[in-house]
């Protein structure tokens, strides 16, 4: 298990960017697929991206992020990060960091550790 902790969350309009970081801490970070998932009020909890163990080769995005998100990782920081442009109002949710060890998946099921979320609010 790593303990995951989220920051970078706020207020931007709509067309804006920003930067969601996640630190962890515990076992090797490195052995470790990152993934970013999002739950809106009244909404289930979705799949937003994925970043696989050791040097992030494989990215998966979800469609209705595709092009606008990009996840990336540095194992020296033990920190993955997402970083949003074109922010849309449907973007607002709490996002929530994941790790799921050597498995590359968009399945929230998968994942063993979750950071307590940083939310996200875009306005028009």
């Known amino acids: 298990q790593v303990q995951l902790v989220e920051s970078g969350g706020g207020l931007v309009q709509a067309g804006g960017s920003l930067r969601l970081s996640c630190a962890a801490s515990?076992?090797?970070?490195?052995?470790?697929?990152m993934g970013w998932f999002r739950q809106a009020p009244g909404k289930e909890r979705e799949f937003v991206a994925v970043i696989s163990w050791s040097e992030g080769i494989m990215q998966r995005y979800a469609d209705s992020v595709k092009g606008r998100f990009t996840i990336s990782r540095d194992n020296s920081k033990n920190t993955v990060y997402l970083l949003m442009n074109s922010l849309k109002p449907e973007d607002t949710a709490v996002y929530y960091c994941?790790?799921?060890?050597?498995?590359?998946?968009?399945?929230?099921?998968?994942?063993?550790?979750w950071g307590q979320g940083t939310q996200v609010t875009v306005s028009t």
């Open positions: 515990g076992r090797t970070f490195s052995s470790y697929a």
């Open positions: 994941a790790a799921a060890e050597y498995t590359l998946t968009t399945m929230a099921r998968d994942f063993g550790s």
